[in-house]
């Protein structure tokens, strides 16, 4: 079987680990320190706060804008749950918008009256930002393609099959010193002169060892992603889908668009071939709402196998058995 997604890891993500094991220094320490900085200096953001997932980081951002209980934030329906999530931990109330032709938040969507937005560069495609006062950029899938640069606060998520990983973690990053300052506080409860609401949020050094390794390999893994794209787009070129627009595109996920896209997973998974919904549910399933282009995209989205490790002959195997589905 050719899995969905797969993580790219080796010998020097394991030395790194081990350094670290060996050292009996697990917990946040010097590799976290150095590993902030080092993600702050690729995305162009002075400050870097890690902490243990991409949900945190968020919780973290919203709290740090100053998003008050009952306060609406902005998202689009069609993403993975962890915007709602991160919204209701802070108390507040997700609102809901539709998506553009890329998957992305429109920015038409979104309510004049609203003040903060969580903007998502969905698949590794950029988004296109709302005229919201506060915006929280979203880049854990599109860490090293230019994006993260422009909102208040940007986060980004480190999980195991991310565009790089720390098995689980996530990171804030900002300009805004006060903000950086009040992440760093709020994501370790322990040793405090006073009490306020703080969080067991913190990475270990293990993590951040690991995370270096795979921030170094970043750009071959983005280079490897957008060949096998290219491939896919070429090979697929005048079939009955819609295909993803390459214009800045990181490619985490390759996602066609077809009125077939049950039949056609099906085919592919006798053929030996995992592909998913590139979002599970939108958030509209959950929490109410009528958002067509969302309900349209959770209807025919496909996302085929695209990862850093994925072998030559794999991809082959793919688009042989993709093109054939259609005769």
Partial sequence: MIPHSRPALGEAEVAAAARVLESGMLAQGVEVEAFEAECAALVGRRYGVAVNSGTSALHLALAAVGVELGKGVAIPSYACAALAT???LQGARPLLCDVDNRYNLDPAAVPEACRTAIVPHLFGAPARLPATPLIIEDIAQSIGGGTGREGRVTIVSFYATKLLTTGEGGMLLTDDGGIAEFARDRRDYDNRDDFVQRFPYKMTD?????GRVQLRRLPEFIERRRAIAEGYTAAFRGLPVRLPESAGHVFYRYVVATSQRDAIEAHLAEAGIEAKRPVFRPAHHYLGGDFP???????????LPIYPSLLER???RVIESFVRFFG
């Fill in 314 to 316: 794999d991809v082959g």
């Fill in 293 to 303: 282009r969302s309900e349209t995209a959770h209807r025919e989205a496909l996302s």
């Fill in 206 to 210: 293990i993590q951040a060892a690991v």
């Fill in 86 to 88: 991160a919204i209701g």
